[in-house]
């Protein structure tokens, strides 16, 4: 952890300040439905992968506020100092491995990062060691050119958005 955190601020300096949090967790997904009738299933038999998620996160200062001191009964600054991390909008991150039909994929990484379609090279290279990757947007856009390819103009928009559709809940 040591290691990544130091690619990861030798990759980019940061204007301010910023925490690395590392989770070590476990998905779970049981084999099969529950029975009712005979209680089986359910967590009897599960699905067990381990994990490790990464996000660097920013940090800010408390918004200074009036509060009212009622033994005094006049009105004072707050001074907190302790900062604040921004768990919401992590800036980037990852989690390994990546999960494929509910089994571990350890050649895939998932990266986050704060702008979707802007990828952070430099975190991508020397942190993850990883090549080039391409962004959602970027792989929908190559998705659509090679099924209006295939299908040049025998299908249309909105056959194509039912198309799709179907193939997202699939």
């Given at each position: 952890?040591?290691?990544?955190?130091?690619?990861?601020?030798?990759?980019?300096?940061?204007?301010?300040?910023?925490?690395?949090?590392?989770?070590?967790?476990?998905?779970?997904?049981?084999?099969k439905k529950r029975n009712i009738e005979s209680g089986e299933g359910?967590?009897?038999?599960?699905?067990?992968?381990?994990?490790?998620?990464?996000?660097?996160?920013?940090?800010?200062?408390?918004?200074?506020?009036?509060?009212?001191?009622?033994?005094?009964?006049?009105?004072?600054?707050q001074n907190e100092v302790d900062p604040v991390i921004n768990l919401?909008?992590?800036?980037?991150?990852?989690?390994?491995?990546?999960?494929?039909?509910?089994?571990?994929?350890?050649?895939?990484?998932?990266?986050?990062?704060?702008?979707?379609?802007?990828?952070?090279?430099?975190?991508?290279?020397?942190?993850?060691?990883?090549?080039?990757?391409?962004?959602?947007?970027?792989?929908?856009?190559?998705?659509?050119?090679?099924?209006?390819?295939?299908?040049?103009?025998?299908?249309?928009?909105?056959?194509?958005?039912?198309?799709?559709?179907?193939?997202?809940?699939?």
């Amino acid at each position: 952890m040591l290691e990544i955190v130091e690619k990861m601020f030798e990759s980019k300096m940061y204007e301010f300040d910023a925490v690395v949090t590392f989770i070590r967790g476990e998905y779970r997904k049981p084999n099969k439905k529950r029975n009712i009738e005979s209680g089986e299933g359910g967590n009897d038999e599960v699905y067990a992968n381990t994990f490790t998620l990464c996000s660097l996160n920013k940090t800010d200062l408390p918004k200074s506020a009036l509060v009212f001191d009622y033994i005094e009964k006049e009105f004072k600054a707050q001074n907190e100092v302790d900062p604040v991390i921004n768990l919401t909008t992590p800036l980037t991150g990852f989690l390994f491995p990546a999960f494929n039909d509910n089994t571990a994929d350890v050649n895939h990484i998932l990266y986050n990062t704060g702008k979707p379609n802007q990828l952070d090279v430099g975190f991508i290279e020397i942190v993850l060691s990883c090549e080039d990757i391409s962004t959602a947007a970027e792989e929908k856009d190559c998705f659509e050119l090679v099924v209006s390819n295939i299908a040049g103009d025998k299908i249309d928009q909105i056959s194509f958005l039912i198309f799709m559709k179907k193939l997202i809940e699939l």
